[in-house]
């Protein structure tokens, strides 16, 4: 680490300010233009419901499914998708995973219910500090799940409780390597991976079989074949074939990021957690009682198309691992199967000069996403391919109830129908009862 003296800080502060936007200068014209497209039936059913309300579009969600499994199926050898249970957990959404044949990832006692309750047949149980309340109710269920464990404690913690209820259980071995970052508060290090499997041998009923890591927000396919190669750098030195012969599964995790439906603005942070330069910019001008405009009003959030990037994490596997190890491939996707089938529908309850009120509090999504990322919202009653600059709220008593500073919209009076369209991941399992209940979901 370099100890900063102020003029190394200021040095690094000029060069932040000067860095480019980590996204496109395009528009969301073509969701505006998707959502007005089925202004007849939304508009009929905001009509008869309560607003506000989530929708969820079966057709859409069946096809973004398909879209992801036929990817990874065509480019990942045996490949298996289990759905990561924490980007949306509504019921009908998690059946609708096990309809279409996909496994369920889960991380909590919560979410393995809810699994159960969705009929699921495959469970990948991963996640940082499982209690043991949580690995009993997963030994129960043992003959459809894979504990992917977390760490040598953990690795004690279920051995412990095998041999004492004498059940076998398949499992895996979570690790991070140099590109984890942030991730590796997950799992063991790469290094460690021979030293845990030969612990593991000291529990007759773990049946240690495969290797998992994950790595959130990806828009393209490089740090999972980075992660690839790393692996098989290390399996190739220091993991004996004998026990490279027991691997039946890698288990390369979710974060594969949709494309073109959300940007941000010149002030965002760049996910996850590092101030922008635009950030700083914005801080100081404000710290010293100043607007600041920005020449850019906002940047479009573009990631590898899907097929991309099944391809090139395929082209890895065949160059660096196929010739060590002889298995199966899971992914976790989250957010790629969820995100684009769901809209938030609310109502104009009040127009002010430059300012609308909405009946849409953002604790139907729980954080404040409306101050950073940028969501094309549309008014359906009076639409328009281009966008008024307006300040768009919700009804909570806060100013951070915010959704964005845009609307598609030719005018906007009160009673309008108004739609944020790609609002199915990290949003209804993040809603809260604050102040106003959780809007009620209905599905076409
Ligand atoms: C272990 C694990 N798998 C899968 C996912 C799903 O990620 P995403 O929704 O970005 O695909 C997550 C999300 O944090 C995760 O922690």
Same mark, same amino acid.
């Given at each position: ?95 609708? @995973? ?135 750098? &290390? ?51 404000? &710290? ?21 990037? %099944? ?63 940028? @969501? ?32 598609? %919209? ?35």
């Amino acid at each position: 680490m370099k100890k900063s003296d102020s003029t190394h800080a200021k040095k690094l502060i000029l060069k932040l300010l000067q860095e480019k936007p980590r996204g496109t200068r395009e528009t969301l014209t073509h969701i505006a233009k998707q959502v007005i497209a089925q202004k007849k039936t939304l508009l009929a059913l905001a009509q008869k419901q309560e607003s506000p309300f989530y929708l969820i579009d079966e057709k859409h969600l069946q096809s973004d499914i398909q879209t992801f499994t036929k990817s990874f199926d065509a480019h990942l050898p045996g490949h298996e998708a289990y759905y990561a249970v924490k980007a949306n957990y509504h019921p009908f959404i998690l059946k609708k @995973m096990v309809s279409e044949g996909l496994g369920l990832d889960v991380s909590s006692e919560r979410e393995l219910k809810l699994a159960l309750a969705a009929g699921a047949k495959k469970i990948l149980f991963s996640g940082p500090g499982k209690c043991e309340k949580e690995l009993r109710l997963a030994l129960e269920h043992a003959d459809i799940l894979t504990i992917n464990m977390d760490s040598f404690e953990e690795l004690h913690r279920l051995g412990k409780l095998t041999n004492q209820t004498k059940t076998h259980i398949r499992a895996g071995i979570r690790f991070f390597s140099s590109v984890h970052g942030a991730w590796s508060k997950f799992g063991i290090p790469l290094n460690q991976l021979k030293k845990f499997w030969t612990t593991t041998e000291k529990y007759p009923y773990i049946h240690l079989e495969g290797l998992h890591f994950h790595i959130s927000l990806n828009l393209r396919s490089e740090k999972y074949s980075q992660v690839l190669r790393e692996l098989a750098i &290390y399996l190739e030195k220091s993991f004996p074939k004998n026990l490279r012969e027991k691997i039946k599964f890698i288990d390369i995790g979710g974060g594969y990021y949709p494309d073109n439906v959300e940007g941000f603005y010149p002030w965002s942070d760049h996910y996850p957690w590092t101030l922008s330069g635009g950030h700083i910019k914005k801080l100081a001008h404000e &710290y010293y009682g100043e607007k600041v405009i920005f020449k850019d009003k906002y940047f479009i959030t573009r990631a590898e198309p899907q097929e991309e990037m %099944a391809k090139k994490i395929g082209q890895t596997i065949e160059k660096h691992l196929k010739k060590l190890v002889n298995c199966i491939y899971y992914t976790e996707p989250g957010r790629i199967l969820v995100n684009n089938s769901t809209y938030i529908i609310g109502t104009v309850m009040d127009v002010k000069d430059k300012v609308i009120i909405t009946d849409i509090g953002i604790n139907a999504t729980g954080w404040e996403f409306g101050q950073h990322f940028y @969501m094309p919202i549309i008014n359906l009653t009076h639409p328009d391919t281009k966008e008024k600059e307006m300040r768009i709220y919700g009804s909570l008593c806060t100013p951070r109830d915010f959704w964005g500073y845009y609307i598609f %919209a030719k005018k906007i009076q009160t009673g309008d129908t108004i739609v944020i369209p790609n609002q199915g991941a990290y949003k209804f399992t993040l809603a809260q009862t604050f102040i106003k209940e959780i809007p009620p979901t209905v599905i076409i």
